[in-house]
């Protein structure tokens, strides 16, 4: 079993639909939560970080952190076509010197005007 | 604007040749970190530094080799024992802590 898994998609949505982007993990250890946005040929930018269990709103983005589940959620409410770009999960363990990141593989959204 | 440059955006490289890629930060973050993205793979660390003077192996650094003489300054030697060098070329950087890593653009490097 990976370390996290997310589904690949590809997403096709129309405009102003709320989106629903998912990643499950197998270890319990982890406890910072990250979403981060990929457009094309562009380094990920940073969207919601987290930590622990619970909800994070900003904006148009709510991240949601289910930990008895080991199951995190973005959702994008009245997506625009801007949003179109491939979402990447990522998460780590707290503490200590590691910093390493585990990611999902992305998943790619097309808003459609 | 502080940031996370990454130069060149392509880079070429023949058979047998070592390639070096440049990653400077002006974030003045302690910690910078090197990745490779795959098509329909995830992000996998090749090297990490959490201090000037000191870095440590990730989970594919066979083939990869990094320096850290300076703060903001991560630079990544391809060498010619990476057999499957194509890819796209991330750095990242974050303060000490718990805090989150940012990144650069990207240097996306393909074989002659």
């Known amino acids: 079993q990976k370390e996290v898994e997310q589904d690949p998609g590809p997403l096709s949505v129309p405009e102003g639909a709320i989106v629903s982007l998912n990643c499950t993990y197998s270890?319990?250890?982890?406890?910072?939560f990250m979403w981060y946005r990929q457009y094309s040929r562009k380094g990920p930018e940073l969207l919601m970080y987290t930590y622990s269990s619970g909800n994070k709103e900003d904006g148009r983005f709510t991240a949601q952190v289910d930990k008895s589940s080991k199951y995190i959620s973005l959702f994008i409410r009245d997506s625009q076509p801007s949003d179109s770009a491939t979402y990447l999960c990522a998460m780590r363990v707290s503490g200590g010197s590691n910093y390493k990141l585990t990611f999902g593989k992305g998943t790619l959204l097309t808003v459609n005007p | 604007d502080g940031g996370i440059t990454q130069s060149p955006k392509y880079l070429f490289r023949k058979e047998g040749q070592n390639v070096t890629l440049s990653c400077e930060q002006n974030l003045n973050h302690d910690a910078m970190y090197w990745y490779r993205q795959d098509p329909g793979q995830g992000l996998r660390l090749i090297y990490y530094?959490?201090?000037?003077?000191?870095?440590q192996k990730g989970d594919i650094a066979e083939g990869y080799s990094v320096s850290r003489e300076k703060k903001e300054s991560f630079p990544l030697t391809v060498t010619s024992a990476q057999k499957n060098p194509t890819a796209f070329y991330l750095c990242?950087?974050?303060?000490?802590?718990?805090?989150?890593?940012?990144f650069g653009d990207g240097t996306r490097l393909s074989i002659l």
């Open positions: 990242a950087s974050s303060s000490q802590g718990d805090q989150p890593q940012h």
């Open positions: 270890n319990s250890a982890f406890q910072y």
């Open positions: 530094s959490q201090i000037v003077n000191d870095f």
